[in-house]
């Protein structure tokens, strides 16, 4: 059966986006694109103000924090906190277990920041107390990086007991919260940070294409001059915004449309705690359902975020991943295979337009892909 001729597909005919982003929105958000709106325009201007305060109000930055948006992926958003923030002569601890971690090493490599690594297992969340020790061994470390949660397989690290050793040594903590932000809490009033950074298509459920850094403006305004590049300056970015209310150069105006339409359903759905929640509904719903069927779960209950879920492959001969993935798009749901090193994996995301009636849906249509199979364990691969 194609995707096209299956009854139970988004409203747009769509397969329901089970990833880690882009992911499936409503279809009120993908309405929002429908209009032509030139940089200048009024409206535009309106919408663009709004989005940035309402970004600022979910870490409850007040007048302290400023949002700045950013054309592009999430990592160009991270490259330009990396590059903005860490100047060519300061030095950063970045946290790593995993792709994405990994990743920002990659980026200092580029514009050629100094760094240090503390680095632990993709399974295992960052220590504090090794940031501690580490903090406290090399006075020339300025920043620490961390990823909120680790996209590579869900797990959650811990930002805040890490932000109190951080904020013990006087150092700038920067966070990629990028598939937490909006589902998970993060509180400006509890954790000290001086930028968060995330983007338009995950937890907040707007289309791709935008990155945003929240940023402490104490800490922004110490930062001219510091970029080690033109467009990914969020300084200058954040500059010309504040001078005219106009984006440095062209806006990506329907992904900002429909960011902002994102953002009011956000609201409607009770911010952090009604996101949150539904995520944590789906994310239940899954573990469980896969559990029953014979699957296990790469990590612990208490390790997971609700944002994506990584499964251990089958040990099982006939399960074939790449098979088994185009079984279930062909039903209409879009899984993601795994990157880790630890563990064969698969994923199965929680986040983005979907509730109980897709997580249902998933769990009938791989429990009858694994009849079709002739897969009858589900167990790890001893
Ligand atoms: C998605 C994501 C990014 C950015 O990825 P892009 O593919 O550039 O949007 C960065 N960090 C984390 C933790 C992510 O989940």
Known sequence: MSVEQNPSLSPTGDAWLLTPGPLTTSPQVKQAALHDYGSRDHHLIAI??????????????????????????????????????VSKTD???????????????????????????????????VNPSEVDRILGADSSITHVVIVHCETTTGILNPV????????????????????????????????????VVASSNKCLEGTPGMGFCIARKSALEQTCHNAHSLTLDLYEQWVAMEKNAQWRFTPPVQVIASFHQALK??????????????YQGNCKILVEGMRKLGFETLLPDDLQAPIIV??????????????????????????????????????????GRVGPEQMHGVLNVIQTTLNEMGIVNCAAAA
């Open 48 to 85: 663009n103000q709004e989005m940035r305060d309402l970004l600022v109000d979910i870490v409850h930055g007040g007048d302290d924090f400023v949002a700045v948006p950013l054309q592009g992926s999430g990592t160009f958003v991270v490259e330009a906190m990396l590059g903005t923030f």
């Open 160 to 195: 805040a007991e890490v932000g109190k050793v951080v904020a013990g040594h006087n150092r700038s903590y920067l966070i990629d919260a990028m598939s937490a932000f909006g589902a998970i809490a993060l509180d400006s009033r509890d954790i000290r940070f001086d930028a």
């Open 91 to 125: 030095k950063l601890l970045i946290l790593i277990n995993g792709a994405y971690g990994t990743r920002m090493a990659k980026i200092c490599n580029y514009i050629g920041r100094d760094y240090v690594t503390l680095e632990t297992a993709e399974n295992v969340p």
């Open 265 to 278: 359903e956000y609201i409607a759905e009770g911010g952090v705690e009604g996101r949150g929640g539904r």
């Open 310 to 351: 990584t499964f251990l492959t089958p040990g099982d001969a006939h399960f074939d991943f790449q098979d088994f993935y185009d079984r279930l798009r062909d039903q209409g749901y879009i899984i993601y295979p795994g990157k880790l090193t630890v563990a064969d994996t698969f994923r199965i995301g929680c986040i």
